[in-house]
C-alpha cells in the first residue's frame, strides 16, 4: 500500500487543494448552486480513478485487481476528507458545503440536515463511492490497453 500511496501524491495534493477550496467557498458565503460543482472532490476522485487505471495498467504493468486496489484506496482517502471535513463543519457550526443540504441529499432545501442524517448520508458516500471508484479504475485499466507500450 505504500507504493499506491506514494504512487496517489498528485491526487492527494490536488485533493487538499480541491477541498480547502470547496470548505472556503462555504466559508466566504458562495451560495452552494452557483459553486458547487467547481472544487467537486466526487469529480476529481473519477476522473483521477480512470486516469490512474489506464496509466498503471500501460506503463507500471498492474492487474486489474491492482488497479482496482488503488482506485478504491484513492475513493476511500476522498470520502474520508469529505466525511471529516462534514464532522468539522457540525462540530463547529459552520455553515460550509460539506454540511449544505442539497449537499445531504435533505428533501427541504431551507432546513438544516440533522446531524445523524448527515452521518449517515456520509457513510453510506463512503461505501458506495468508493466502489464507484473501484469501478472506475476499472474502466480506466480498460482503457489503458489503448496506449502505446513507452
Do not use: K
Not at 10 to 20: G, H, K, Q
Not at 67 to 94: H, P
Not at 99 to 122: G, I, K, T, W, Y
Request: charged share 10%; net charge positive.
Amino acid at each position: 500500500m505504500g507504493e499506491d500511496l506514494r504512487l496517489a501524491r498528485p491526487f492527494l495534493l490536488l485533493l487538499a487543494f480541491f477541498a480547502t477550496a470547496r470548505f472556503l467557498q462555504g466559508l466566504l458565503g458562495v451560495p452552494y448552486a452557483r459553486g458547487h460543482h467547481i472544487f467537486s472532490i466526487v469529480t476529481l476522485t473519477m476522473l483521477s480513478c480512470v486516469y490512474y487505471g489506464v496509466f498503471t495498467r500501460r506503463w507500471r504493468a498492474y492487474r486489474l485487481m491492482h488497479a482496482i486496489g488503488i482506485a478504491l484506496l484513492i475513493g476511500v482517502i476522498a470520502q474520508l476528507t469529505i466525511l471529516i471535513l462534514t464532522l468539522v463543519s457540525y462540530a463547529s457550526s459552520l455553515d460550509t458545503y460539506f454540511n449544505h443540504p442539497m449537499a445531504l441529499n435533505a428533501q427541504d432545501l431551507e432546513q438544516p440536515v440533522a446531524f445523524s442524517r448527515a452521518l449517515a448520508n456520509r457513510v453510506g458516500g463512503l461505501v458506495g463511492n468508493s466502489i464507484f471508484a473501484g469501478i472506475a479504475g476499472a474502466i480506466g485499466w480498460t482503457l489503458g490497453g489503448m496506449l502505446p507500450e513507452r
